[in-house]
């Protein structure tokens, strides 16, 4: 079993980004070959500072091994060091339909809020991600929900190759989203999801917050005014089953014990408590290793060079069928 998964070294990594995404990538590791991208390039599509980007690979580097990811169990590596995935991109648009790209969500809400310019690249996102995943014939890849549309693109992207150019070239890869978990919302305003461009500052905990931000932060979450106070999920109640939602992946049990564990509970106020000591728990010795880690930049990149070649030797067959199906270059 092979799993692949990206990353982006942009903004502060928050809750949403670590239950939904870095958790899964750390428990990957023990379920098969796990390979994971920190993806400069996707970076490059919206407005950023160069400088900014480089420094924001390291802090997601250190970050990453910081949450439990271990460079001899698994492949880390910067997108932008292995060029198989550039190349691969530019052979996917062949069989990649324009109206599709026009449709994903992800182009829409964020070409809208682009003020200067809505970039090619943003439209081609996902033909990019989707050769990050196929360039390595993976089984498996773990996302947030956020992410479902752009994974059926992906596998359809794969069957239209392989239907055009040869049966089996291609992988269609299967999407692993979490149980629980799979949209964390934003807490100051739990319609919308947790994000690093469009959440609230106050409704956004970050991976690196300290424990005092952290308790702050989830302490005034919204809830609701019923009377009274229900500790349960459901559509009517977007508040508190976010909170169940990541008390339950913080400690790692189901949404159902949580609400089972909070039926004593004198109120929400106790269900906030819980998360807020649970979360803090969760990310309070991913902070100081990641403190420890940061400081050594010359490791880190070691850690991403040695990555790079283990993924370009994984990489380069499958360009190499590709081209040859597709008779780019010679005939060899
Ligand atoms: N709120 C979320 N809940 C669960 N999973 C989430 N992910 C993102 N938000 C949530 C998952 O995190 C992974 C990495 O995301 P990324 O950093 O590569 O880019 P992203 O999806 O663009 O992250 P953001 O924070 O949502 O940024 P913006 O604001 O730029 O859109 C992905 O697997 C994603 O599903």
New binding site residues.
């Given amino acids: 079993m092979r799993i692949f ?4 070294p942009t903004g502060r990594k ?1 809750l ?2 670590y ?3 870095i958790q899964q990538y750390v428990a990957g590791q023990d379920r098969g070959e796990a390979i994971y991208c920190i ?1 400069d390039l996707h970076a490059t599509t919206v407005p950023y500072d160069p400088a900014e980007l480089r420094t924001g690979v390291y802090d997601l580097t250190a970050t990453l091994l910081a949450a439990g990811l271990d460079p001899e169990r698994s492949i880390l590596f910067r997108q932008g060091d292995v060029q198989e995935h550039t190349e691969l991109s530019w052979l996917l648009c062949s069989v990649t339909p324009l109206g599709e790209l026009n449709r994903m969500h992800q182009f829409r809400d964020k070409s809208v809020t682009q003020r200067e310019l809505v970039s090619a690249g943003l439209l081609f996102y996902p033909v990019l991600q989707a050769a990050d995943v196929l360039a390595y014939r993976a089984d498996e890849v773990p ?5 479902r549309e752009h994974l059926e693109l992906m596998r359809d992207i794969a069957r239209r190759f392989n239907a055009r150019f040869g049966e089996g070239i291609l992988k269609v890869p299967e999407h692993r989203i979490p149980e629980v ?4 919302m934003d807490l100051q305003d739990p319609t919308r ?6 959440s609230t500052a106050e409704g956004t905990v970050y991976v690196l917050d300290e424990p005092g931000a952290i308790e702050k932060k989830l302490k005034r979450a919204v809830t609701d005014s019923a009377n009274p106070p229900e500790i349960r999920r459901g559509p009517d109640k977007a508040g508190v089953s976010n909170l169940i939602d990541i008390l339950a992946a913080a400690r790692g049990t189901t949404p159902a014990e949580v609400e089972a564990s909070m039926a004593g509970a004198r109120g929400y106020g106790d269900l906030k408590a819980a998360a807020a000591e649970a979360v803090t728990e969760l990310l309070a010795p991913v902070r100081e290793r990641y403190q420890q880690l940061r400081a050594d930049e010359e490791h880190l990149e070691s850690v991403l060079e040695a990555g790079a070649g283990r993924a370009r030797a994984i990489a380069a067959p499958t360009l190499a069928d590709v081209r040859a199906a597709m008779g780019v270059g010679p005939n060899r």
């Avoid at 996302?143 to 992410?147: A, R, S, Y």
């Fill in positions: 998964s990206g990353i982006q928050h949403g980004n239950i939904g995404a993806v996302v947030g929900e956020d992410q978990g799979a949209r964390i999801k947790m994000s690093t461009s469009g």
